[in-house]
């Protein structure tokens, strides 16, 4: 299939800038170094891919982690995010780790029938953790309350962004250090943290939860990482007027929060529900097919149904992004 | 059910709000004066409660179309947007009309099999819509081509959140000019256009496409209008740290194109993927279910798959969010 056979908008995935972007991040960061974040994506045939290099994944929601032990990829899953209702997890055939801070999501745990537990310690992102100090007694309390305890994690995603490299390892080594000293008070195998802003730069946790590497953002692309863009979407060019023309795709196939999307070769003056419109530099027609990359690809990618996979103009697979939801 | 029974983050509508909401618009714009608009709320079973009122519905894509045909809700079924693919539109068992402001959209309804077209003149809003002086020979090329031409339509959607009434008054005014220019050189029953900021304000259009209205938003609040907000996400508060919060609602369960969502007593930091971090005025507990204000609407409901009608804490129904997607 052609991708001018596609209903507009389309998620593309570039076959070559993903395959290079797992392949890029398998060596840098090999086997269990990495424990690549499905938030990103949500997208199991693209975590199939990810699988081959990486034992374990990280996933934000229940739903991801259902998703992911359906799918047969739940050897190991790191569910890095508080749950106060945990039934759904202790059903699953699967390994399941679930991050706590706090006495309620303990015992949401334990209730939930969920067997092993990680300590979330705060590092300096104003978001979910336990204050390093408090770790090791949150720690004792999971073991006394019969939950195997795996170790720490602990998000500096305030710093993944950090443009200068020298100034982000500073910064990167005083989060961590924080995360050392609760895992010194919490023990265990697993310090687990980082993103793809930091993949290279923190050198102290045991695994680099990364999702963005995969299809990449334009942030990211900005702050100097080395992966490809591979995600666009594919609309088609609905309306030409004397200074502007009009894309099919709007607020509902992209994320927004980090703004508009960029369109190569043209201004992008504003989104509606169902358009963009913007100023193209060379003339286009009604019915040209146009790549348009959004700002931020996460949200953009919980919008879609499906992802194609392309190489060039040809459609080479069709993927469900079968993980949205709760 | 309970909404403490529901997993987070979930859709509320406030049932009060939205019978009050619909009540306001039937009386205002009775029948065929209102033509609601569902891409506010992509919902079939809501869709069914203002078809009590309204005869004719305005959709933004062919999925909405669809969706609402196989409903039985496709007598008379507006696609108020340009659309280079018509054939799932001929096959549908429904009344179609569908935009058109070129040859080639012309040219896509014929060999789609749609039979009706109103033609889309731009009022002034830089999105779709032909040249006023133009729409005469677009409408003559159309009904050479076989086509039923059912009139015109024109969106003042830059004019919708002007605060000023007079001041509205007069845009929409100057607006609806060219609207009805372009109407004496087209014909038809149809002047259609306007929407929930301007229902009251325009009184040359023979159709409002209010979507808005049903749900309600920020934006459209503070602009003066009287209808109540009924959309809520309610989530659970997952951590509590001195001085600020975090809930599990962020940009998957969110619309952000108009920035942070609203939490009634509590100060918004930011959110990321799954979690809103904020500051509350009087301390929130861990397990704390929370209503939270999405800033726009219409882009929170395309990411989620159902809605709760609720009568204050008691789910009274569950609809499906079943027009998403393309």
């Known amino acids: ?29 090999p086997g269990p170094r990495c424990r690549p974040h499905v938030k990103a994506h949500k997208t199991t045939a693209l975590a199939k891919l990810q699988a081959r290099h990486h034992p374990g994944f990280t996933v ?6 259902e998703g992911m032990a359906a799918a ?13 209702d945990a039934r759904r997890l202790g059903a699953l055939d699967a390994r399941i780790t679930v991050a706590i801070d706090s006495p309620e999501t303990l015992q949401a745990a334990v209730a939930g029938g969920v067997r092993e537990v990680v300590i979330d310690v705060n590092v300096g992102l104003p978001r979910c953790g336990i204050a390093p ?3 090791g007694a949150l720690a004792d309390a999971a073991r006394a309350a019969g939950l195997e305890v795996r170790g720490v994690m602990g998000y500096e995603g305030h710093l993944m ?3 200068d490299e020298a100034e982000k390892a500073k910064y990167t080594e005083e989060c961590m250090a924080k995360l050392l000293a609760a895992h010194a008070d919490v023990g265990g195998e697993l310090i687990s943290g980082g993103g793809t802003g930091t ?6 946790v045991t695994e680099v939860q990364a999702g963005s590497y995969a299809l990449m953002d334009t942030a990211y692309t900005k702050a100097g990482l080395p992966f490809r863009q591979a995600l666009t979407v594919l609309a088609t060019v609905i309306s030409v007027s004397e200074g502007w023309a009009v894309a099919d795709v709007g607020l509902k196939a992209l994320g927004m929060d980090h703004g508009n999307p960029t369109i190569p070769g043209a201004q992008v003056w504003f989104c509606s ?7 193209p530099e060379q003339p286009v027609a009604v019915g040209d097919r146009i790549r348009v990359l959004p700002a931020h690809v996460d949200p953009t990618v919980a919008l879609h149904e499906r992802m194609h996979l392309v190489d060039g103009d040809e459609v080479i697979d069709t993927w469900a992004v079968d993980l949205r939801g709760w």
Chains 1, 2 share one sequence.
């Open 1 to 29: 299939m052609n991708v001018h056979d596609l209903t507009t908008p389309a998620l593309l995935v570039d076959a070559h800038a993903l395959t290079a972007n797992l392949a890029d991040m398998a060596a840098a960061l």
């Open 60 to 65: 934000a929601t229940v739903r991801e982690a």
């Open 72 to 84: 047969g990829l739940g050897d190991d899953l790191l569910l890095a995010n508080e749950v106060l």
């Open 133 to 135: 100090e408090r770790a």
């Open 161 to 163: 962004l950090v443009p």
């Open 199 to 204: 993949y290279r730069t923190n050198k102290w």
């Open 273 to 279: 529900d169902e358009h963009t419109t913007f100023a």
